[in-house]
């Protein structure tokens, strides 16, 4: 048996690929300092002192003896009793460690930097950079600080920088990113590391994120060192602005061109009356913009006022200006729990340019600079509705002179004239013949009948527009009451109530929301109240009916009542509240002790998530937490609405999840994060998904809940995964497995290094891959988790596949297979049959590999597992590839390429690519072969998906190789 050892990352041994229980961390530290001394004889002092520091007990030496004893044992398990070990000898007063150099990883590590003394040797600095598996000696706190490890973590670093600037130097700059990345995240502050990411950066065609990434770095090193970056930096940064730095690859980021242009202005307004003085200022101001700059215009004014509606009307009047889109957000500025973060505002921006979810920068700048980059030449009209501050606003203002920025607010936002140029336009409230009309509008002959009543009207609604169309439906209601009487009644009402406080002096409209409000049954009245501590933006009647403790037919004819006293807006089958009107409300609810948003608002929600997704998902129910039955109605979900139902309410979600963590009750973010992550995954919705991780996270560390803060840990290990992030990907898992040791979750550290060893799968790291989830299958099997199992063996089949191992993969793959028809996991019986298919046509046996790809087909077409779909759709097309079938295999590639794109699946981009490449060699199509696999060798660099970089590879060698294309096998 030939016996390995590991310390670059946790301990461990192997005899063969057998695992080795090395004992207890004493014994292993033993271990340890055999293998630092590198072949050198370690004595006995040393290994005490290291154990035991300054207070060695009276049997020390005793105990080493047996430390080693037991371990001569382990390691050496045939040599003979009482004869003399080869292993660990007995040297002069200490122990000597006789593996050969190549058998431990650390020894290995060294040799193969000293073979790449030339920075260029690309080969030899990957093969010693594939060992590292982690902090040496992860799991030994004795020996992680200890001298002669210290030194390992900076040639470690060093290395990495080394492989970076080969591979950039290579023409390799997708690879290179990943190797700088993993530098800068050790250690923010290396300038050189820092300065090889922003050249890999603009090398890969990524100048916004190069740009952002020097920004980020330079007021990094001034706020915590007070210095300006240095030579090499600073070089880097020239380059970019001299554009000394080509591309090979669009400035753009990769877009799906199958997108509609962003149309999200809200609807018009009904029954806008009045202002024509403001509209033709707007347009006045807008048309006299300086064709160098971007044109920003502010409109403010008091709350009620009008400004969104205003907005809104002459933006519909110019929208034939923007032929690229009209992007529209509600900042909710003045909510004082959930304003929109700039960072979440661009990401839903990004989305709807049409950036799929896991190309989502993670840093705001990122962000900005991506977004800044994507309205370039665009002409594209830009509506930020309800902002606080200029911070708010900066991050979302572009850079192209062709589109225009419209912002509304209640303040005048100094900061962004100043600054940036905006133009401001203030609203004052409806003029009093425009108030009239509006009334007259609204409330018809009862207002014309008698001019005098209805301006003592207008006076009372501060002739604010909201106000106004409060008052004309309580005029309706009133009927036939006449016009006067109704005035004198809000006259009287209105002495004896305070102002709405608000700081402004108009925001008296509190005496006519009470006026309206006081008119509401007082069931009808309760619910306003409860409205007032929603977290959303906008809910529908099942919400309404959990908020309330009714039912939801009760719920419904609650929203219609309040909808017609305009106390409610709506859209469709849901809901909304103006920010006045939700302030107002819940300033009525705390006042009537109704505090806080009701626990069964959270029950609902977390129920009807829960069953949303065991319909969408049912085989991985047992892998989400159990959740409480709620006693309000759920809304009637089935396979075709579930989805559907996620979608809508995800901000309501994420909304709740947020409060939860502000007001309690805690748990609930933990729960439904757990709950929510194949969904958020599946879709693309990175940021939303990375936001309600990150506070579940704070929430069950603040329980504490040490297990579940390692299971979060794990799931934004393969969100990070997800967007290619393989530095933080791989530091959360670390910390999971961390966690999970502490608490002696046996399942959880497992599937912390299952999902380590999906990332190194995608890194190209087989064996170390194949070795975590060689150990993921063996403890799911022992522990009875059959869905573990599956996973794991589902995964191992396809790492066995990759290393060209095909009789084991199609094992692996087969008891996949069965497990899971045996439990009923339709979506990983269909991924196995998928691999199953690879292994097939990997193997010459394409009929076979037909029959499995059409097996898989069937079951994802009947899932919302479009990956899955696109992926079995391009197995099929490089069958038909072999078959002579060109005209299919072009259909089925081009819809499994459009698939992709759809989701934002970049890895699943590139493979189509290659296959594309592929398909247009075999019929003698040169250039638009080499056209794909470039366009696959840059997604799959910018990804740092190596299978597939290295199929690109290939298929360029072959295009080249004297005009002689052949299929691969």
């Known amino acids: 048996m030939t016996l ?141 600080e200890h001298p002669k490890v210290r030194p390992i973590v900076a040639e470690h670093r060093a290395a990495l920088s080394r492989l970076g600037a080969a591979l950039l130097a290579a023409g390799q700059a997708g690879r290179a990113i990943a190797a700088f990345e993993e530098v800068t995240a050790a250690d923010p502050l290396d300038e050189a590391g820092q300065a090889g990411l922003v ?178 030449r665009r002409k594209v009209l830009i509506l930020l509705d309800n902002a606080a501050s200029v911070d708010q606003v900066r991050p979302l203002l572009p850079a192209a002179a062709s589109s225009v920025v419209l912002v509304t607010s209640r303040d005048n936002l100094p900061g962004l004239v100043v600054r940036h140029g905006a133009r401001r336009l203030d609203l004052d409230v409806l003029r009093t013949e425009d108030a009239l009309a509006l009334l007259a509008r609204l409330a018809g002959d009862s207002v014309t009948g008698d001019p005098e009543a209805a301006e003592e009207l207008a006076a009372h609604c501060a002739r604010l527009p909201l106000a106004l169309r409060i008052a004309a439906e309580l005029v309706h209601r009133r009927a036939p009451a006449t016009l006067a009487s109704v005035v004198g009644e809000l006259a009287d009402h209105r002495g004896r109530l305070g102002l ?127 959740v409480p039955d709620a006693d309000a109605p759920m809304p009637a979900l089935d396979e075709g609405t579930a989805l559907a139902w996620l979608d809508a309410e995800r901000a309501n979600l994420v909304a709740t999840a947020v409060h939860a963590v502000a007001h309690g009750p805690e748990w609930y973010a933990v729960q439904l994060a757990q709950v929510l992550l194949r969904y958020l995954e599946s879709g693309g919705h990175y940021p939303d998904a990375v936001m309600l991780h990150e506070h579940a996270l704070r929430a069950a560390e603040r329980l504490p809940d040490r297990r579940s803060a390692a299971q979060l840990r794990i799931n934004l290990g393969v969100l990070h995964v997800q967007q290619a992030r393989y530095a933080e990907a791989g530091a959360e898992l670390q910390r999971a497995v961390d966690l999970a040791l502490e608490v002696g979750d046996t399942l959880v550290r497992v599937r912390a290094l299952g999902n380590l060893g999906h990332l190194y799968q995608w890194q190209g790291r087989y064996a170390e891959s194949a070795r975590f989830l060689g150990e993921v299958v063996a403890v799911a099997r022992h522990s009875g988790d059959r869905a573990g199992e599956a996973r794991g063996l589902g995964n191992l089949g396809q790492v066995r596949l990759r290393q060209g191992r095909h009789p084991e993969a199609a094992r692996d793959l087969r008891a996949a297979v069965a497990i899971c028809q045996d439990i009923g996991d339709a979506i990983g019986e269909a991924y196995a049959l998928l691999f199953l298919g690879h292994v097939e046509s990997s193997s010459g046996r394409s009929a076979e590999a037909a029959q499995l790809y059409e097996r898989a087909l069937l ?59 592929e398909a247009a060699a075999a019929t003698g199509r040169a250039a638009d072969a080499r056209t794909h696999h470039l366009a696959a060798l840059r997604i799959a660099g910018e990804i740092g998906y190596r299978y597939e970089q290295t199929r690109a590879e ?16």
């Open 4 to 144: 390995r050892i590991q310390v670059l990352g946790p301990m461990r041994a192997w005899h063969d690929d057998e695992p080795i229980l090395l004992g207890p961390p004493a014994q292993r530290t033993v271990l340890g300092l055999l293998v630092l001394a590198g072949g050198q004889p370690v004595g006995l002092p040393t290994l005490i002192d290291t154990i035991w520091g300054d207070d060695p007990p009276a049997s020390a030496v005793n105990v080493i003896q047996t430390h080693v004893k037991r371990l001569r044992r382990i390691l050496e398990p045939a040599r003979a009793p009482h004869s003399r070990s080869e292993l660990i000898p007995y040297l002069g007063d200490g122990y000597h460690l006789g593996v050969p150099a190549d058998q431990i990883d650390i020894l290995r590590f060294r040799r193969l930097l000293r073979q790449a003394a030339d920075s260029r040797a690309v080969e030899p600095l990957s093969a010693a950079l594939a060992l590292w598996q982690g902090q040496p000696f992860a799991d030994l706190p004795q020996l992680a």
């Open 500 to 626: 709405l406080s608000t700081g402004d002096p108009h925001s008296d409209i509190a005496v006519v929301f009470s006026w309206s409000y006081r008119d509401l049954p007082s069931r009808v009245a309760r619910t306003f109240r409860l409205l007032g501590h929603h977290p959303g933006t906008e809910f529908d009647s099942h919400a309404v009916a959990a908020l309330t403790g009714g039912t939801e037919a009760q719920a419904r004819e609650h929203l219609d009542r309040l909808t017609a006293s305009h106390l409610v807006q709506r859209t469709g089958d849901r809901y909304g509240m103006h920010d006045l009107l939700r302030a107002y409300a819940r300033d009525l609810a705390l006042r009537s002790g109704e505090a806080g948003l009701p626990r069964a608002v959270l029950d609902f929600y977390l129920r009807a998530a829960a069953t949303a997704m065991d319909l969408l998902f049912p085989a991985e129910s047992g892998r989400r937490p159990r």
């Open 199 to 376: 050249r890999a950066l603009a090398a890969a065609g990524r100048r916004a994120q190069a740009f952002a990434t020097y920004h980020a770095v330079r007021r990094r090193l001034a706020d915590e060192l007070g210095v300006d970056p240095g030579a090499d930096l600073s070089a880097a940064h020239q380059d970019l602005l001299d554009e000394d730095v080509r591309v090979n690859a669009p400035t753009r980021p990769s877009v799906s061109t199958g997108r509609p242009v962003p149309a999200e202005l809200p609807a018009d307004v009904p029954g806008f009356t009045g202002r024509a003085y403001e509209i033709d200022a707007l347009d006045r101001l807008t048309g006299a913009a300086d064709p160098a700059t971007v044109m920003i215009a502010v409109l403010s004014g008091t709350a009620g006022v009008g400004k969104t509606a205003l907005a809104t009307r002459w933006a519909h009047r110019v929208r034939d200006r923007f032929p690229d889109g009209q992007l529209y957000i509600d900042l909710r500025g003045y909510d004082p729990e959930q304003p929109v973060t700039p960072d979440a505002a661009l990401a839903r921006f990004l989305r709807s340019l049409g950036l799929p979810g896991e190309q989502m920068p993670a840093d705001v700048e990122e962000r900005a600079a991506l977004y800044r980059s994507l309205l370039d």
């Open 859 to 917: 079951v994802f077409s009947g899932t919302t597992e479009l990956a899955g779909r696109a992926y079995a759709l391009d197995g099929l097309g490089l069958v038909d590839v072999l078959r002579g079938d060109h005209e299919q295999a072009g259909t089925r590639l081009g819809e499994a390429l459009s698939l992709f794109r759809r989701i934002g699946e970049r890895a699943g981009e590139a493979r189509v690519g290659n296959s594309l490449g």
């Open 954 to 969: 290939e298929g360029l060698a072959r295009l080249s190789a004297a005009g002689r294309y052949e299929m691969p096998a």
